[in-house]
């Protein structure tokens, strides 16, 4: 509504009676940041007084702060929200400040926590979501993005540090971008989000000057492709709605369809104020560049006692990342953050629940799962004569159920290890597991892979028992059609090897 107002401020009195429904309604963080944003256009256009009563904008002044996200006394997150709820506090605290409802103070002190956090966890561009365990996912990219996005919409100037990281953040984007719009693959609240993200953070970067022609030129293209995958492929007409949950798609529970109304909104205000940017620049159109040859590529997010990064890959028909990255709590036992190679419309993860795609697990007579995953001690790759071959050590597997409980925290058992293989040729992807075990054990190991297409050819090895059958497992995308199960019962063994290999020709 307030970007209506400011085309045409004459038409405040059509609006009239909905202010009041408006000042009513529940908003929290997100909806509070997006409100104060609008009356701060509305006061820029000279009309906020206008539209609202003295009486609505006190109800407002009450209701629009920031401490439901911060503690006043130390300013410190509250522990229910994730890292970039600080930039939403921020956010919120400064429209106050620059509305008049506030002093500077809470402002410059959240920004000031936000950015000690930022510093202490940040390499290459990149935000580890918690503090140092190792999670790096769509937040942790984009984090810097909207703290330089937020300097700029409420005046502030952006130090050289922030424009530095923000320009290795818009590296690692361009190398990942698609010519059909898509964005993150792995990790939580992806979808659509996963698709505005590669948007906002490319917006800010030409914002600033970040970007070359070369890389602009390619930027605006996977704009203009991501806003129409936007129009296109996430707003449902038959819904009249864009879509995250229908239709055999699935997101997190906090984006759960009683937020419909609010994806709406702020989908569609991402989409236009990225918009707004490219249609001030008369960039020309690229297409992303490909490598000629299959590349691999491995981005380090942070050095520390076990590995985390991203591998890349693009074959000629298809883009792949997968991530070396820790979960954490609670996400640590969840495929969105396994290490697996994602891709899009053929390899997923699922948000909500543990379905253990494309990671064998160890079933111990104990009650416990084991799998390969958080504990990457080291990892190397090498040219292959086909293609490439990745190499992956770990300290220990990671227990993610005892008892038939999901285990919350990352749990590490040193006396099993693994060591995985993947290995990589155009058309085909394979990974080799193998695990070593204490002696004197009865153990079992199972594989659930779950793909789009019953057609796509999976072949398993190393298991005693395969069973192909339906799924109602859903991804951020759209419906799975069948899972693939391998179990094998390895009795004491103390070492044995499993694989899976998946082709594609598009």
Known sequence: MSLLLEQSPERCAEWESLWPELVSAPCDNWGKYYFLQALLRLQQQRVLEQVL???????????????????????????????????????????????????????????????????????????????????????????????????????????????????????LVLSMCTDNGSGFQWGRSIGAYGDSAFNEILAVSARLGLL?????????????????????????????????????????????????????????VQHLNVQQVWSARAAASASVPRPAQLALT?????????????????????????????????????????????????FTGVAQGDAPLWVPGIYDERGRVLRPLVWFRGTRQQKTAGGWEIIIEYDGLDVVAEAGEVVQEPLRDAEFGCRTRFLIAPGSVTREDTFTCPPGRSLRIELIAAVYAESTPVRLQGYTQI?????????????????????????ERTEFTVSWQVQYNE
């Open 53 to 171: 009563t003295a009486g609505q904008l006190a109800v407002l002044r009450g209701k629009l702060d920031w401490q439901e996200m911060v503690e006043e006394t130390t300013w410190q997150l509250k522990s229910c929200f994730p890292t970039n709820f600080y930039g939403v506090a921020f956010s919120v605290a400064r429209l106050r400040f620059l509305l008049g409802w506030e002093s500077e103070r809470a402002s410059q002190e959240i920004l000031q926590r936000l950015l000690e956090h930022y510093r202490a966890h940040a390499e290459n561009g990149c935000c580890d979501e918690t503090r140092g365990h190792g999670r790096f996912d769509r937040y942790s990219v984009l984090l810097v993005a909207e703290i330089c996005q937020r300097h700029l919409e409420t005046g502030l100037p952006v130090a050289d540090w922030l424009q530095a990281s923000l320009r290795q953040a818009a590296t």
């Open 212 to 268: 070359n022609a070369q890389e602009l030129a390619a930027a605006g293209a996977f704009s203009l492709a991501c806003s129409e995958r936007f129009l296109s492929f996430w707003y449902d007409p038959d819904e009249q709605s864009v879509n995250l949950w229908f239709k055999g798609r699935q997101t997190d529970a906090y984006r759960a369809e009683h937020r419909l109304v609010g994806e709406n909104i702020s989908l569609c």
């Open 298 to 346: 491995f981005t380090a997010f942070r050095e520390a006692r076990y590995a985390r990064g991203l591998y890349q890959w693009y074959d000629g028909q298809r883009a792949f990342v997968l991530p070396l990255i820790n979960g954490a709590r609670p996400y640590h036992g969840t495929s969105p953050y396994f290490p697996i190679p994602f891709s899009e419309g053929l």
């Open 467 to 491: 069973q192909r059958r339906a799924t109602t497992l859903r991804s951020p995308t759209g419906p799975l059609a069948q899972e693939i199960v391998g179990s094998l019962a390895c009795a």
